[in-house]
């Protein structure tokens, strides 16, 4: 058990999200109630944003905590991953995935701006500025899930100090360091920039707070930089900016004000649901395992349907199906699901065999993708595909194998990163030559052995894509 933390004058305080998922792990079961009493509120108010049915919301809410309790039974480590560390957005994004897939087979259960939504292909708000997502997503797991519930849920002090752990004088004090590192964060973006190295004298009076005095010659800074003059203006917005940058980036779904009102009628948490087996109501659609497997054997069907004698009337009926199919299979993806290069479900990934594109755990900034080639993934500039827990190992395997198309007559890269994150070590560049067909791009890599999680980000300079990603792996020389 997590050592207790006091408040002022001594009184006692639960422990955070934190503690309690190591608690968890430690095999204290009985904490889950508290994470359920903190969340589940909030959980089903989501879910009411996707559907209007109370059954189906309970059923998808409980789901959400069942995927929770399995991913703290797991070996992963509980700091790595997507949403790492802030229990409300993990159960949100199950939430969101969950509704998906059920939404698929029973629409007429869900809203019809969530299932309008989700026939557009359920994308993520690409034209938005993602540097906020960015410049959040480089700080650690604490300040992420402090900013999170304090800027954009808008928690109130007794729920900050529930859900962090903290007495509310450090709870103050953290939160102040939260911002400040998002603003070093935010800021940092604009010295990486090529054009941006005379500036980085400049970033500590840039991420000074709005009612912070401006020496003279940061002022004379920004009226003749216009790049550091809207930094500094945005930096003067940060709550703001964040509450509309952030959701639609890490959610894809989000109706804000809807579920802000909802949240608001349940702040009172109700019945800690129970956490195992999820057992639908009757009428209700339950949360649907194995998605990508389900997802391809539709499109198989629909596809075959399309190359039979039905001509043209089939093929006008049954190919949105054809797309959405294929869009489910990309950004519905179930982390814990993944395919070997025989396309057999639930195996581990494996270098020294081919990685499909469409493999990937977790996907940021992709584009939409070609009916044709539901496994192939449209990566432009920025654009990140994460690859959980791939096996590496075996003998003279020192290159890595990409296979590529639509290739982009503008220079392009593929940046191969250990660890997942934006900012992971750098395994290995492939540069892309240009060229529509698929064709094979070959680059030295040092051997690795074990599990390593692998992020395959898109480099090229202007808007569209860079080039599309089909499969890689790694051979001998």
Known sequence: MSPTVFAP???????????????????????????????RGAALAYASTCTPSPDVADSLVSGAFTRLRDRVASPHRLDEGPHAGCVRLQLLESVR????????????????????????????????????????????????????????????????????????????????????????????????????????????????????????????????????????????ELPDRVAHHLPPRLLGWWPGEEYARVKARRRTPGSAPRVGPVRPRPGSAPPARHRRSRCGRICSRLLRALRGRAGRATALVLLPGVVLCALLAGHVTDPSTGRDGTGAPGAPL?????????????????????????????????????????????????????????VTRRPARLEFRLGGGPRGELWTTLALPAGRDPHAVVAGARPLSGRHDLRVTARCAGPGSCAELLSFRMTTG
């Open 9 to 39: 004058h001594g009184r006692a305080l639960p422990p955070g999200d934190a503690e309690v998922l190591r608690d968890l792990r430690g095999g204290d079961s009985s904490l889950l109630s508290l994470l359920q009493q903190r969340h």
């Open 97 to 236: 995935l969950d509704a998906v897939t059920a939404a698929v087979r029973s629409p007429g259960s869900f809203h019809r701006t969530f299932v309008d939504w989700l026939w557009d292909g359920a994308v993520w708000p690409l034209g938005q500025d993602d540097r906020w997502t960015l410049a959040y997503e480089a700080l650690p797991a604490g300040p992420r899930c402090l900013l999170w519930h304090s800027l954009v849920e808008r928690d109130d002090t007794p729920a900050l100090c529930a859900i962090s752990g903290l007495a509310p004088a450090d709870l103050a004090i953290a939160l102040r360091r939260a911002e400040d590192a998002l603003r070093h964060s935010r800021a940092a973006l604009r010295t990486e920039r090529p054009d941006g190295a005379g500036c980085a004298p400049f970033l500590d009076h840039l991420t000074r707070r709005p009612d912070a005095p401006v020496p003279p010659a940061v002022l004379a800074h920004l009226r003749a930089c216009a790049r550091c003059r809207a930094v500094h203006e945005e930096l003067g």
């Open 350 to 406: 494996r270098v020294d065999r081919p990685i499909a594109a469409d493999q990937f755990a977790f996907a940021q900034g992709t584009l939409a993708f070609r009916a044709d080639r539901p496994r192939a993934r449209r990566l432009p500039d920025g654009a990140s595909l994460v690859y959980r827990r791939v096996r590496f190992g075996g003998v003279g395997l020192d290159r890595l194998v990409a296979e590529v198309s639509e």
